[in-house]
């Protein structure tokens, strides 16, 4: 095992590791924006809170936000296919106990009726999922 410097280099600048450990620490999501032709954004209804949100979830370590979001749709909702680009990154206030975060969202694209219909929920994290009509048309 190294020892690590515990005083800056002779140029006042912290060792890597030591500079790491000081930065601050995240809470990382990321979330896929569906909808349908007639504006309305796909809401899953988690089994796990009472609230209802966007499809999604937090990353995992070393995961990119891209495949997070993949990888929470096919876990979710039993969705695989492509993921559009990315829309907006968004801040979360800490809340609830939970540290503060960044969420990432993508564009879902357009769901018709068939696809909703389709749509199973393999890891009973969500119970259901439907088009509400957001405050405002979504559009692209």
Excluded: C, H
């Excluded at 140029?11 to 000081?22: D, I, M, R």
Aim: glycine letters at 10%.
């Amino acid at each position: 095992m190294t020892s690590r410097p515990t005083t800056p280099t002779g140029s006042g600048v912290l060792p890597v590791e030591q500079y790491v450990a000081t930065l601050a620490r995240k809470r990382v999501a990321a979330g896929v924006l569906f909808r349908d032709a007639r504006g309305r954004v796909l809401l899953a209804e988690p089994s796990y809170k009472p609230n209802w949100e966007m499809p999604g979830g937090a990353l995992e370590a070393d995961e990119v936000p891209w495949a997070a979001a993949v990888r929470e749709l096919a876990e979710e909702l039993g969705w695989s296919g492509p993921l559009g680009r990315l829309l907006v990154v968004d801040y979360v206030r800490p809340q609830d106990g939970r540290p503060e975060g960044v969420v990432f969202v993508f564009d879902g694209g357009m769901l018709d009726e068939v696809e909703l219909a389709a749509m199973v929920f393999p890891d009973g994290e969500i119970r259901s999922a439907r088009s509400r009509r957001s405050a405002r048309p979504v559009t692209r």
